[in-house]
């Protein structure tokens, strides 16, 4: 049969930019598994860099194909395989949505294999990088309730070395950002030094910073749009609870049990991933 030269040719593409999809997902899922175990263990203040991943009932070291991102989940049926305990499926879930979400913002933002720049890369892996940030950020406070300052002076790092990135790529926001960031370093300072003894306070300033750090990574607009979806649902979360504690009578506090960093983290990275899918199509 004929075929044309520029149709084989686009076929071997089309197959090179599955596979480079592949590829990029299998980076999402292993980054999804480091991302189980530092949320789990952030918190508890051990290593996160060396030392073994044990299972958290029998305390065994885990071999090799226990390892594995999702395909160990799925072979051992979601079981422990040296005490046969559940193991809960956030692992296998955390590490899919991981790979999806690399994938989808790769495509999102162009990323593929006829583009592949320097500047694109740059691009990408500073995006992996705030992803990163989101997930423990919200992880953390969805496992414990806290904004943990280690996750936020992380976040406040790779917002200085975007900074960077972009003064040297003469993007015109960095100003703004800077005085953002500024504000960011303050907020630290002062939840450090003055309001040590208020766990309430620190959960705050905690939320400012994570604000501050989604403004410089996914732009004014999205932080906005995301601030204002979390606070409608906290408004109509707290009016359900006052009407619904008017017929107990008894007040439980509503707001300090509020897993806001986590709601956060999901409206934006929803926000985000959206508004770059509506400027990729128009
Ligand atoms: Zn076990």
């Not at 189980?36 to 203040?45: D, Q, S």
């Not at 989101?134 to 900074?163: F, H, P, T």
């Amino acid at each position: 049969m004929y075929m044309p030269k520029s149709l084989k040719k686009g076929e071997t593409e089309q197959k090179m930019e599955y596979l480079f999809y592949l590829f990029i997902f299998i980076i999402g899922i292993v980054f999804g598994s480091f991302y189980t175990l530092a949320v789990y263990r952030i918190p508890k203040k051990e290593d996160i860099l060396h030392t073994h991943s044990y299972c958290p009932e029998c305390q065994h070291k885990l071999g090799f194909l226990d390892l594995i991102p999702l395909f160990s989940y799925a072979f051992l049926r979601g079981k422990c395989r040296y005490c046969g305990k559940k193991i809960r499926p956030r692992y296998f879930i955390i590490e899919f949505i991981s790979g999806c979400f690399f994938v989808a913002l790769a495509y999102l933002m162009k990323f593929n294999v006829e583009n592949l720049t320097a500047i694109k890369a740059i691009d990408f892996s500073f995006m992996v990088l705030y992803f990163t940030y989101i997930i423990l950020m919200a992880g953390i406070d969805k496992e414990n309730r806290q904004i943990q300052k280690g996750v936020n002076i992380y976040g406040i790092a790779i917002s200085i070395g975007y900074m960077i990135y972009l003064y040297i790529i003469e993007e015109p926001s960095i100003y703004r950002y800077g005085i953002y960031l500024m504000f960011s370093i303050v907020c630290l300072g002062l939840d450090s030094i003055t309001f040590r003894k208020y766990a309430k306070h620190t959960y705050i300033y905690g939320l400012i910073i994570t604000t501050i750090i989604m403004a410089i990574f996914t732009g004014e607009f999205v932080m906005y749009e995301t601030v204002l979806t979390v606070l409608l649902a906290i408004a109509i979360y707290v009016a359900i609870k006052k009407i619904q504690n008017k017929r107990k009578k008894d007040k439980e506090p509503v707001f300090q049990k509020m897993q806001i960093g986590y709601m956060l983290g999901i409206a934006n990275i929803a926000f985000f991933l959206f508004v770059m899918f509506c400027q990729r199509t128009f």
